[in-house]
Structures are given as structure tokens and as C-alpha cells.
């Protein structure tokens, strides 16, 4: 596969829609991840291939857990499976033919040749080939959070936009021909519910259809490119050609980053193509062996480049379940740190932590980014309540410890 709002009321509403949206094009992900600590490079491990630092790695797992959880809720089954296939795999899938200028070259290993995959759908087909299927089973829809490389040129590499090393969000659905319209339309809801609760707005949506040479595989394309096109009614999109996957056509959801420049994100793919290839059968009602069809979707494609623009447009500012840091403590002298240890050891799954170093004007300013900061003193400790500061500014009526946390805790789930 290519890498590709609504709310309840409440705190959620005033922690996640901030004036930061409006300056996003004044951010660059390369420069404000490596200011606020989410990630960075180093030439001994090579162009292309960032690492995560502590709060990258939590923005990244919560991104990560919340597509799974997306996707178990919408029937989805995860597996997982190698980074690594035979040659002969994706001579099969048509990789090898099609998108061999973008895979790594082989790697002889007693005997074999094996490859670091440029995809995951190969592997999905082999999983679902695994034993026989019935018509009952399906659609089956089997997802995996997997890695994958591509061998990108040194001048196209960019932060997180274009890495050699990806993440990708992808998932494989399995089923009849009559299923595939709303198996697809299903895939692009859940792609716009997730867009949603991240807080991202699509440039466009594109459908990519196949263009002029021979980059593309024989097949039904008219009947792939009517389904998609049915699946994109009541939504404006732009139809380009020479954009399709060399199987089958596909919804691209486009983005923008800081400087203007598009890029895909999301996809729904239709194929017809890899099914033939490895001889994918299910056993219909009437006892006679089908063909099934290949949808492929990816709600947020590729884990880095969704983070890279995450950044740019919150400006650093996450939703608050995604933020690294949830809640911020901050005892107003050195008295009070043991009672706002003992709020910490109380905030469960709460990502909190205490600052005591520092004027308090110099702490809440230093925490501009995190959704919420308590300033703890002598009355707070004597009433046991908490009185909340916002990102915004604006500080709320003190409540009981207890009953801000939960809220807190409410608010902090997407």
C-alpha cells in the first residue's frame, strides 16, 4: 500500500482547538521536534532513518494504540508478520517488476534472496491464503501496525515526510465482489473519524487513476475505478491521472505540510490484481470456489509522516491525550512538593509529572504546551482541591483532588 470533529463539551473542547491551528504554517516538524525532544538523527545510523526520543515515542505509541483500538471497534483482526520476504514474493505480487527502483536489493542468505519489503499486502495475501475460506468468513479484515523500507534517494529525504525506515498503518480487507463498495466507503469513515479526534483537516482528496506506460499491471481498471468513484459521490475530489498503484486505483487522502507542499497520508486501494497472483479462493454458497477482492486501507499510512504533520499543526500543542506530558504540578515552594508527590502517585494513567526548579512564572510559561498545569500552595494543600490552568490561559474553580483528576482523565481519551 501506498503510505499514505465533534467532541464532548468540557475541558476536551477548549484543551484542543487553539489559535495554534491558525499559525501552523509557521512551524516545521524538523526544527520543533528536535526543540521539544521528539526525535532526531544521527549519521551512524544513517540519512532517513530517525530515532525516537522519550516524548516522540509516546506521541508516536498513542497514536499507534488508538488506530488499533479504531480498528478492533470496526472488526478489524490484527497480525503481524515479517519485514522480510523471498524475491520470489513480490515476483509474484508484481513489486518486483513494478517497484523495484524503490525496494533494496537482495540480500543472499543461505541460499535464498531475500528482501526488506517495500509493502505489507504481499504477506496479508499469503495470511489469508493460509487455509481455506468460506464465503461466511468474509469480508475478513486483518490489519497490522509493520514495518517496511524504501530505497529513497538521499535529495528527496526530509525529517519525518520521507524516511527509508517506515511505520506504516496498513490493513488488507478480504471479500466478495458485492462487498466492495462498502467495505471501501467503510475504510474512508474511519479514516475521517481518526482525522478527527487528531485534529487534521485533508487538502484534498485525490482520486489517483492509472496514467500512460507500462507501469501498470492488466486488469479490470473501469470496474475498480467505478467503485471508487461511487465511494467518493457527495465529496469533493480531484481525479488524476498516472497517480494509481501499479495494481488498482486509489482514494488518496492529500495533506499539506508548513511550506504548502501536498503529500498522501491516507488511502483506500481496490486490487484485483494480487488476488489472481496467489490464487486467493473463498467457497461461496453455492459450494464453488471464488475469487475474492483485495481492498487495501490505511487510516494515517505512515506512522512518521502522521507525526511530522501533527506537529506542524498543532505547533506542538497536541490534543491532550496525545500530549507527552497531560498535567503539570508545580508546589509553590519547596513545602509543598511532598503533597504534589502525593497527587502524582494518585493520577493512575495520567501522564503527569512535578516542576519545582524555577520561578513560578518561568514553569507555567515553560509549560505552555501541556494542557494542564496546577499551581499547588498553602490553601490548596489545606482544602485538598486543585485549580486547573489551561493552555488558553484561563484558570478554573478549584475542585477536590479526586474529582479533577477524573475529570482530567475523562478528557484525556480520544
Not at 505509541?61 to 488506530?67: R, T
Not at 461466511?136 to 520521507?162: C, D, H, K
Not at 489472481?276 to 487510516?299: C, N, T, W
Amino acid at each position: 500500500m501506498s503510505p499514505a470533529r465533534g467532541g464532548r463539551p468540557g475541558l476536551r473542547l477548549v484543551v484542543t482547538r487553539l489559535a495554534v491551528h491558525e499559525e501552523s504554517t509557521m512551524h516545521d516538524h524538523r526544527k520543533l521536534g528536535r526543540e521539544l525532544g521528539l526525535f532526531g538523527t544521527d549519521p551512524l545510523i544513517g540519512a532517513g532513518l530517525p530515532y525516537w526520543l522519550p516524548d516522540g515515542a509516546i506521541v508516536r505509541y498513542s497514536i499507534e494504540e488508538y488506530v488499533r483500538g479504531l480498528e478492533r471497534r470496526a472488526g478489524y483482526r490484527h497480525v503481524h508478520s515479517p519485514v522480510l520476504g523471498k524475491r520470489e514474493l513480490y515476483e509474484i505480487s508484481g513489486h518486483w517488476a513494478h517497484y523495484r527502483d524503490d525496494m533494496y536489493p537482495p540480500m543472499d542468505v543461505g541460499g535464498e534472496q531475500l528482501v526488506l519489503r517495500p509493502s505489507l499486502c504481499p504477506h496479508h495475501a499469503l495470511i489469508y491464503r493460509s487455509r481455506g475460506r468460506s464465503y461466511r468468513e468474509l469480508p475478513l479484515r486483518i490489519a497490522e501496525l509493520g514495518g517496511m523500507y524504501r530505497s529513497e534517494l538521499s535529495g528527496v529525504l526530509g525529517g519525518l515526510n520521507r524516511v527509508r525506515a517506515i511505520q506504516l498503518n496498513d490493513a488488507h480487507v478480504f471479500c466478495t465482489l458485492d462487498q466492495v463498495e462498502a467495505e471501501a466507503a467503510a475504510a474512508l469513515g474511519l479514516i475521517r473519524k481518526a482525522y478527527d479526534a487528531l485534529g487534521i483537516s485533508p487538502a484534498r482528496y485525490r482520486l489517483s487513476l492509472p496514467g500512460a506506460g507500462g507501469k501498470y499491471v492488466a486488469g479490470d481498471w473501469d470496474r475498480s475505478v467505478a467503485i471508487l468513484r461511487s465511494v467518493l459521490d457527495g465529496l469533493p475530489y480531484d481525479a488524476v491521472e498516472g497517480e494509481a498503484a501499479f495494481y488498482g486505483p486509489k482514494i488518496d487522502v492529500q495533506i499539506a505540510d508548513s511550506a504548502g507542499r501536498e503529500s498522501t497520508l491516507s488511502t483506500v486501494q481496490v486490487d484485483f490484481h494480487q488476488p489472481a497472483q496467489f490464487g486467493l479462493e473463498y467457497v461461496g454458497a453455492d459450494a464453488a470456489k471464488h475469487r475474492p477482492v483485495m481492498v487495501h486501507r490505511s487510516i494515517i499510512g505512515s506512522v512518521e509522516r502522521a507525526v511530522a504533520h501533527l506537529v506542524e499543526v498543532h505547533g506542538g500543542a497536541f490534543p491532550a491525550w496525545l500530549a507527552p506530558v497531560q498535567l503539570r504540578l508545580l508546589p509553590l515552594s519547596f513545602a509543598e512538593v511532598p503533597d504534589a508527590q502525593s497527587v502524582l502517585d494518585r493520577c493512575g494513567d495520567l501522564r503527569a509529572e512535578i516542576v519545582s526548579q524555577g520561578s513560578l512564572g518561568a514553569r507555567i510559561r515553560d509549560g505552555r504546551l501541556v494542557p494542564y498545569q496546577a499551581v499547588i500552595g498553602p490553601e490548596e494543600v489545606a482544602a485538598g482541591r486543585l485549580s486547573l490552568r489551561l493552555r488558553d490561559g484561563r484558570r478554573l474553580d478549584a475542585q477536590p483532588v479526586e474529582d479533577v483528576l477524573a475529570r482530567i482523565d475523562a478528557e484525556v481519551k480520544p
